[in-house]
């Protein structure tokens, strides 16, 4: 039996079974074992209006069901398919391309800024992530910070420097209240070494490390949270960014 704690989120269970199981409801299928997470739903559209996305799969939900797709990229296969905002909705749809029998996962999408200097499209690898959300205390046991696969960051980090791809390696703080990132709390996170912010990366990491697959995440610097005031940056509109960022990840993905 567990015991009661202060706070409900600190009430770990270590048992690996749950009453619901993804093995269970999900059926396995020929899908690739290397896929590709994007948060840039237009470079998937691109990607499917040019045929070059075939449909193997979908992810269905209460509010959206989220198309997945294989393609071809240096003569392998590997899937694509887009992000699910927000740690909940990231952690179930990984739970469920894991059941579906996909292994290696890179995840790309873009972060809020921290630091001052951090140019828009920069990007960032990050090594761990400040866990300020809620799923990752369901899979790993409560601790300030989870680290990335450490796999995943040497063949991503190994691929930049060939290719003199700039970035930096960072910590990420990861929250479930965007509209809560106050100036002091922001204060609290660079003062522990976060450079970016974002809503998946701690859920991502739990996830994977519970379930014994290799996943690592490429972060783009997209709006600025350093200054007193907010700067959108136009990061949603930087189109040539987003979709070299894709075509990188495929290629990170497939070294796995």
Not at 193 to 199: I, R
Not at 210 to 226: K, M, P, T, Y
């Amino acid at each position: 039996m567990l015991n009661k704690r202060e706070f409900p989120i600190l009430e770990f269970d270590p048992n690996p079974k749950a009453k619901i199981e993804p093995s269970n409801i999900m059926t396995k299928i020929d899908v690739p074992e290397c896929c590709v997470i994007t948060f840039f739903g237009e470079v998937i559209n691109e990607m499917l209006h040019s045929d070059k996305l075939k449909q193997v799969g979908m992810f269905y939900s209460a509010t959206i069901n989220l198309p997945i797709y294989k393609t071809e990229y240096n003569g392998r296969s590997i899937a694509v398919v887009q992000g699910f905002v927000g740690s909940a909705g990231s952690a179930a749809l990984l739970e469920e391309l894991i059941a579906m029998g996909m292994k290696k996962f890179i995840v790309c999408g873009a972060a809020g800024v921290l630091q001052k200097g951090i140019q828009v499209g920069h990007l960032i690898v990050p090594y761990s992530a400040v866990r300020d959300e809620g799923v990752s205390y369901h899979y790993i046991e409560p601790s300030r910070e989870i680290e990335c696969n450490r796999h995943a960051i040497k063949v991503t980090e190994e691929l930049f420097d060939n290719e003199n791809i700039p970035y930096i390696k960072a910590k990420t703080w990861t929250t479930d209240a965007f509209y809560r990132e106050t100036e002091d709390k922001i204060a609290l996170r660079v003062s522990e070494g976060c450079v970016t912010v974002e809503m998946e990366a701690a859920a991502f990491f739990a996830v994977s490390r519970f379930r014994n697959v290799v996943l690592g995440q490429i972060l783009f610097g997209g709006d600025d949270l350093s200054g007193v005031e907010w700067d959108s940056r136009q990061w949603n509109s930087r189109e040539e960014i987003r979709r070299s960022l894709v075509e990188l990840s495929l290629k990170t993905c497939l070294q796995l």
